[in-house]
């Protein structure tokens, strides 16, 4: 059984910094396509970035390109999300997420196993 378990997130003022993690409990996580998703009250869970098993193809959303960064340490069994230039509207609870295909994806429905979710909140 994979369990992911996150970490970061918190209170920030716009234009700064913050660094979600996603770590396995259970199984390892090295073989899987990861995400991070958003989701703020009364909206869809919304793609935010996306990384294959090897690190070698990474996806993002057009809101966060240029802004933030996917990577993954396979050795520790953990992904990252790297946020910089944060804005007030990105503020929300950020979800990583892992799918055994390996490759990475932006739809929701392609992932199997959810972290609890950590709320990110920026400031004006």
């Known amino acids: 059984q994979v369990q992911l378990v996150q970490s970061g997130g918190g209170l920030v003022q716009a234009g700064g910094s913050l660094r979600l993690s996603c770590a396995t409990s259970g199984r390892t996580i090295s073989m899987h396509g990861t995400g991070w998703f958003r989701q703020v009250p009364g909206k869809e869970r919304e793609f935010v970035a996306a990384?294959?098993?090897?690190?070698?193809?990474?996806y993002y959303a057009d809101s966060v390109k240029g802004r933030f960064t996917i990577s993954r340490d396979n050795a520790k069994d953990t992904v990252y999300l790297q946020m910089n230039s944060l804005k007030p509207e990105d503020t929300a609870v950020y979800y990583c997420a892992s799918e055994p295909q390996g490759w990475g994806s932006e739809y929701v429905g392609s992932y199997h196993y959810w972290g609890q979710g950590t709320q990110v909140t920026v400031s004006a």
């Open positions: 990384i294959s098993w090897n690190g070698a193809s990474t």
